[in-house]
């Protein structure tokens, strides 16, 4: 199961350095295009993509910390620094569409856009190639991290997205600034602020979850149930106890076996329940198997 944990280690890691990659050409090349086409829109995008780069050095941190293997003060592992910072990403990306938001309700009263010069075309291609570049990296984190079940690179993931929606606001800004009608910008900023809450709520609300030890979902238990029920030699499962920890999941099990054998036969039906299980889910990290004699009802 380690071995797991570490290549899920390798992808997020993988993707965070892509992603700073990423970033760090496209904002360049929108800081130069807002420069040259006379776009303050498209300059304050090229700021955002940059402020991206801090994300995913988060992103980078609670992934390395998490990973550390459990030792004497930390006996469960650290997982959860996962949790902790996606809390700080979900936090960051409520800010950004405030402040996108706040932007915008400022910009629509003090009708500031009336009488500017219209931006260059450059500025509308910048704004598209963005657009594209964005949606792309939001669609591969958000692969990767649906496969590794990481809350933190989906917030990152959200990032992504929120920059892409961001250049969608700066490219119906432009576009309306150079057709007359520039107040379609903040307009369509208070439409992205409003997708950007709702998903850094989502994601806070998921690393609380992870952080308080909340049980599996009904279908995972069930499913461990049934594995457990299929191992020769178990009569029924008496208890089951699940609880997510960061990322991975921890398990209490009873089972009941034939009350009449040895004890070395009962162990070696815990060790085949123990060993199932853990071969079977990827994100169990520790199970803990109890065995009861059978009732003579059972």
Not at 67 to 90: N, Q, T
Request: proline share 2%.
């Amino acid at each position: 199961m380690e071995n797991g944990y570490i290549d899920n280690e390798k992808a997020a890691m993988r993707v965070s350095v892509i992603s700073i990659a990423a970033n760090v050409v496209l904002s360049a090349f929108k800081l130069l295009a807002g420069l040259i086409a006379g776009s303050g829109a498209m300059i304050s995008d090229a700021v955002h993509s940059a402020s991206d780069v801090f994300s995913t050095f988060i992103v980078i941190i609670g992934v390395k910390i998490s990973g550390k293997a459990s030792d004497r003060e930390h006996p469960y592992g650290h997982e959860r620094m996962e949790c902790a910072a996606a809390i700080v990403l979900s936090t960051i990306l409520c800010v950004t569409g405030l402040g996108i938001g706040y932007k915008a309700l400022t910009d629509i009263f003090s009708e500031q856009y009336s009488g500017l010069e219209a931006p260059g075309r450059l500025a509308l291609w910048a704004a598209v190639i963005s657009i594209i570049v964005k949606e792309a990296m939001y669609r591969y984190t958000r692969i990767v991290a649906l496969r590794i079940d990481s809350g933190v690179l989906m917030a990152d993931a959200w990032h992504h997205r929120s920059d892409a929606l961001s250049s969608i606001g700066a490219f119906i800004g432009i576009l309306g600034a150079r057709m007359g009608f520039a107040a379609l910008d903040p307009v369509a900023s208070l439409v992205i602020c409003v997708l950007i809450g709702k998903e850094a709520v989502r994601i806070f609300k998921d690393a609380i979850d992870k952080m308080v030890d909340k049980a599996c979902d009904d279908e995972t238990e069930e499913k461990l149930r049934l594995n457990a029920l299929s191992q020769p030699g178990v009569i029924s499962v008496d208890l089951l106890r699940t609880r997510v920890f960061g990322n991975r999941i921890y398990i209490d099990i009873e089972i009941s076996a034939d009350g009449n054998m040895t004890l070395s036969e009962a162990h070696r039906i815990a060790e085949r329940v123990h060993d199932s299980i853990e071969q079977n889910f990827s994100r169990v990290k520790h199970i803990m198997v109890h065995v009861n004699p059978a009732r003579p009802e059972a």
